[in-house]
Structures are given as structure tokens and as C-alpha cells.
Antibody
């Protein structure tokens, strides 16, 4: 069974850091683009970041660029999101997801739809 | 950035009814690169439709997607009890980063 399981969420202070992990099972992680998507309470989802199959290309939404870093370790079947300089508006459920058809086109990730999602990990930024 | 507007915000319906949900984009969505997701309370979104009209594996044929350009629709032919949820559209065209709509909640009347 194809499955994604996130971990690492919790409470952080404004300006603080958190690192999220996502373990993939049931498929070969290294064959796929992967993504992080977040969802603030009572809001629609928001794309956060993408990474290509070998980790050589990364893309971010403007609001997190320079603060968040997406990475992966295919040997460990794991995806990561390092979040620094956290703000209150980063409070959300964070999901990792698989992007089976994603590809880079002129600096933008195209065909970036998501066929498998984890259950999410909650990040709360508050003093 | 392409803004997606979903309407209505909430629909109150009975099992067995047909429903159509609207998703309107602020600009043309490239190549009908639009997906629909279903989300139940406390769960992750579930892919229903991609490419505007292609059902994801395992999705019942009572779900159908249509549209192009700036206007897209998700239809459910006969509501089953498990279909009461929030539905989101998402555009993933090559000219703009991914964006999602604000969602339409389908609730039991």
C-alpha cells in the first residue's frame, strides 16, 4: 500500500525552528517529485514547496522562500521540511504529497497535482 | 497568481440528489490543468479528478469533471452518504504556481 506518514510537528515560538519528516512506503520515493502542502485552520490548502526526484531542484511559495528548506533522502525513503524564522501565519497542518506528473518548465513546476497525501502533522507557532 | 473562486460556499442536499460545484479561475488555466479533491473532517485531501476530467484510480463514476479555460465543474450524479465533505479545486498550469480554491462544503440537508 502506498503510504506517506509525517512527523515532527508541534509548538514553536515565533522566530523559532521546526523540522518535519515524511516517510514513504509502498513505492520508490526516488522516482517521484514530492511536495509539502499546508492548510491553516478552516482554510483551503496552500502549496509550500516541491523537490525533484534527485533533490537537485527545489521550488517554494514566495511566503516561505529563504525560511523553509525542502530536502530528501531517497535511500531512507524520506522527505524533509526544515522551517526557520517561524511566524504565526505558518500555523497549519502540514501534509507531504506525491506529485506523479510534475516537471519543471521555465522555472515553474508544471503538472503539479497530488495523488497521494499523508495524514499531516500540526505546526503551531505561538508565544 | 491564478485565483480560484468556488461557489457556492455551502450546499445542503439530500442523499440521492445530483450536485454540481463550480470553480472559476481569474485567468485561463493552461491545458485544463485543473484537479478536484475531496476532504472529510480530520482527513487529508483525496484526489478525485485531474486534467479537468480524468478520474483518479478508484474514484466512482458518479464523480465527473468538465470545463476549460476559466470555468470548471465537478458533478456528483447521485450523492451517497460518504460524499458529504468539502471539495477543493486546484490549478497546476505551467504559467503560475499551484493555487487552490476556497472550497465548497456539501452538507446533509
Amino acid at each position: 500500500e502506498v503510504q506517506l506518514v509525517e512527523s515532527g510537528g508541534g509548538l514553536a515560538q515565533p522566530g523559532g525552528s521546526l523540522g518535519l519528516s515524511c516517510e514513504a512506503t509502498g513505492f520508490t520515493l526516488g522516482r517521484y517529485w514530492m511536495t509539502w502542502v499546508r492548510q491553516a485552520p478552516a482554510k483551503g490548502p496552500e502549496w509550500v514547496a516541491n523537490i525533484n526526484q534527485d533533490g537537485s531542484e527545489t521550488y517554494y511559495v514566495d511566503s516561505v522562500r529563504g525560511r523553509f528548506t525542502i530536502s530528501r533522502d531517497n535511500a531512507k525513503n524520506s522527505l524533509y521540511l526544515q522551517m526557520n524564522s517561524l511566524r504565526a501565519d505558518d500555523t497549519a497542518m502540514y501534509y507531504c504529497a506525491r506529485a506523479p506528473s510534475a516537471r519543471a518548465v521555465f522555472g515553474i513546476v508544471s503538472e503539479n497535482w497530488f495523488d497521494t497525501w499523508g495524514r499531516g502533522t500540526l505546526v503551531t507557532v505561538s508565544s | 497568481e491564478i485565483v480560484l473562486t468556488q461557489s457556492p460556499g455551502t450546499l445542503s442536499l439530500s442523499p440521492g440528489e445530483r450536485v454540481t460545484l463550480s470553480c472559476r479561475a481569474s485567468q485561463t488555466v493552461t491545458s485544463s490543468f485543473l484537479a478536484w479533491y475531496q476532504q472529510k473532517a480530520g482527513q487529508a485531501p483525496r484526489l478525485l479528478i485531474y486534467g479537468a476530467s480524468t478520474r483518479a484510480p478508484g474514484i466512482p463514476d458518479r464523480f465527473s469533471g468538465s470545463g476549460s479555460g476559466t470555468d470548471f465543474t465537478l458533478a456528483i450524479s447521485r450523492l451517497e452518504p460518504e460524499d458529504f465533505a468539502v471539495y477543493y479545486c486546484q490549478q497546476y498550469g505551467s504559467s503560475s504556481p499551484v493555487t487552490f480554491g476556497g472550497g465548497t462544503k456539501v452538507e446533509i440537508k
